[in-house]
């Protein structure tokens, strides 16, 4: 059974860094790409990046290219996000998620939330 | 960029047929997948590749791509079937994911 476990989530202030992970079971991690994808309270679906799964490539949403980073460590089958420079409108659930095929998300977590505030 | 235009709500009858459109210029030309998701749930795939469906998922659930609408149909809605859907594609011209704005889907 696949299962994607993130933590890492919490209360940080405007210009802080926190760093989610995502520990993956069930599946051949090595194999997938991995994304990032969080939802803003009250609002839609907004995709945040995406990694291969040998990690050689990765890629951004314009509203966090140069302040997160995306990564992963096949060895621990584990997922992460660096997150820094954050902004108040970074605050959202965030969700992991196994890419199936490469445009294909076909197995999510449960999320962690991320709360920027003063 | 690209972006996927979704109603912001549908309402359904039980037992009756409920569609969600998702349009973009020539999304015809791409592969669209569709998600759903309950309060406080993480979102699941219920329709992938315009047409196919994982395992688990109903045949109630289907779809269709062509033009500059793809099209999620739901039959046969039940109260389980409320909640968010949004479509989704592969913008290989800016290497991005993109979600639709999302339907909230009503049965009642």
């Known amino acids: 059974e696949v299962q994607l476990l993130e933590s890492g989530g919490g209360l940080v202030q405007p210009g802080g860094s926190l760093r989610l992970s995502c520990a993956a079971s069930?599946?051949?991690?090595?194999?997938?790409?991995m994304a990032w994808v969080r939802q803003a309270p009250g609002k839609g679906l907004e995709w945040v990046a995406v990694i291969t799964g040998s990690g050689g490539s990765t890629f951004y949403a314009d509203s966090v290219k140069g302040r997160f980073t995306i990564s992963r460590d096949n060895s621990k089958k584990t997922l992460y996000l660096q997150m820094n420079t954050l902004r108040p409108e970074d605050t959202a659930m965030y969700y992991c998620?196994?890419?199936?095929?490469?445009?294909?998300?076909?197995?999510w977590g449960q999320g962690t939330p991320v709360t920027v505030s003063s | 960029s690209y972006v996927l235009t979704q109603p912001p709500s549908v309402s359904v009858a039980p037992g009756n047929t409920a569609t969600v459109t998702c349009g973009a210029n020539?999304?015809?030309?791409?592969?669209v997948h569709w998600y759903f998701q309950k309060p406080g749930q993480a979102p699941v795939l219920v329709v992938y590749?315009?047409?196919d469906r994982p395992s688990g998922i109903p045949e109630r659930f289907s779809g269709s791509n062509s033009g500059n609408t793809a099209t999620l149909t739901i039959s046969r809605a039940e109260a389980g079937d409320e909640g968010d859907y949004y479509c989704q594609v592969w913008d290989s011209s800016n290497e991005h994911y993109v979600f639709g704005t999302g339907t909230t889907v009503t049965v009642l």
């Open positions: 998620a196994k890419a199936a095929e490469w445009e294909v998300l076909d197995f």
């Open positions: 069930g599946f051949t991690f090595s194999s997938h790409a």
């Open positions: 020539d999304i015809g030309d791409k592969s």
């Open positions: 590749d315009d047409r």
